[in-house]
C-alpha cells in the first residue's frame, strides 16, 4: 500500500468516525453493516430467503429494462421502475452470478422508486428485480445473453 492510499483511507475512515461519535449518523452506518443481508449468498434461492423475498409475485407494477443481448458483461444496463405504491427497496439479481444479489437500493417515502445502474453478469442469465413495498416483495424478470467477457 502506498502513503497516499494510506492517508486516504485513515482520513475516510477518521471522517466516519467523528461523524458516528458527534451522532450525526449510526456507528452501523457508518460501517456499512445495514443492508448486507443477502450479499454473502452463493446461491439464488440464500439470497431471495435473506431478503425475505422467498414468496414474490410476479407484478405488473414493476418494470426491469436490460438489454436482450450484452455486448460487454462488465457492464450490463438495469433500469428498474416501480409503479408499487409505497415501495421503499429495489433489489437486483443476476441468477448465475457467483454471488447472485447485486445491488439493493433503499427509498425514504415520497421518493420515486427508480434506479439505473450497470452490472457485471458472470455469463449469460435471467436479471431479476425485487421491489418491497408494505412488507411484501414483486418481482419482474428478464433474460440477458452476454458476447464477451464475465465476472466468473
Do not use: H, W
Amino acid at each position: 500500500m502506498d502513503r497516499r492510499t494510506l492517508l486516504q483511507a485513515g482520513g475516510g475512515v477518521g471522517v466516519l468516525g467523528l461523524l458516528a461519535a458527534a451522532g450525526v449518523i449510526s456507528p452501523e452506518l457508518a460501517l456499512a453493516a445495514n443492508g448486507r443481508a443477502g450479499f454473502d449468498a452463493r446461491e439464488l434461492d440464500a439470497a431471495l430467503a435473506a431478503l425475505g423475498a422467498q414468496d414474490a409475485e410476479a407484478g405488473a407494477a414493476l418494470s426491469l429494462s436490460a438489454p436482450d443481448i450484452a455486448e460487454v458483461a462488465s457492464a450490463v444496463s438495469i433500469e428498474v421502475v416501480s409503479r408499487v405504491p409505497g415501495t421503499d427497496r429495489i433489489a437486483i439479481l443476476v441468477a448465475k452470478n457467483p454471488f447472485p444479489l447485486a445491488a439493493v437500493f433503499s427509498f425514504p417515502e415520497g421518493t420515486q422508486p427508480e434506479v439505473s445502474t450497470r452490472l457485471k453478469m458472470a455469463e449469460s442469465a435471467e436479471v431479476i428485480a425485487l421491489a418491497r413495498a408494505g412488507g411484501r416483495f414483486y418481482m419482474a424478470k428478464k433474460a440477458v445473453s452476454v458476447t464477451i467477457g464475465g465476472c466468473g
